[in-house]
């Protein structure tokens, strides 16, 4: 297991912004593509963006294209989702994931990364 943490989540009123971080520690992020996952309570688990090691690919979710962008800073070895127009429907838990290796594209499918962070709580109310 490759240990991954994510920050930056908490309570947004509806149009509002967030940008959650996913970084690694002890091992070199840009070896992996980086997925973002949610789940909200009593639904599935669902892919949100995902962007390769490289960062010369990126792929959204349809329900948060326009509003979210994906990033990879490879100097600070951190995976970056910026939030943007949030609305209620995104509020979940969100988890980043790393895997899929030096692959080319990026896949929004949570078997196919295999370590995964413990989370971050995002909410958004009024």
């Known amino acids: 297991q490759l240990p991954l943490v994510e920050s930056g989540g908490g309570l947004v009123q509806p149009g509002g912004s967030l940008r959650l971080s996913c970084a690694a520690s002890g091992f070199r992020l840009d070896y992996y593509a980086i997925g973002w996952f949610r789940q909200a309570p009593g639904k599935e688990r669902e892919g949100v963006s995902c962007i390769t090691f490289n960062g010369s690919s990126t792929a959204y979710a349809d329900s948060v294209k326009g509003r979210f962008t994906i990033s990879r800073d490879s100097a600070k070895m951190a995976v970056y989702l910026q939030m943007d127009s949030l609305k209620p429907e995104d509020g979940a838990i969100y988890y980043c994931?790393?895997?899929?290796?030096?692959?080319?594209?990026?896949?929004?499918?949570?078997?196919?990364?295999?370590?995964w962070g413990q989370g971050t709580q995002v909410t958004v109310s009024s």
């Open positions: 994931a790393a895997g899929m290796g030096l692959h080319p594209l990026c896949v929004m499918r949570a078997a196919s990364y295999n370590n």
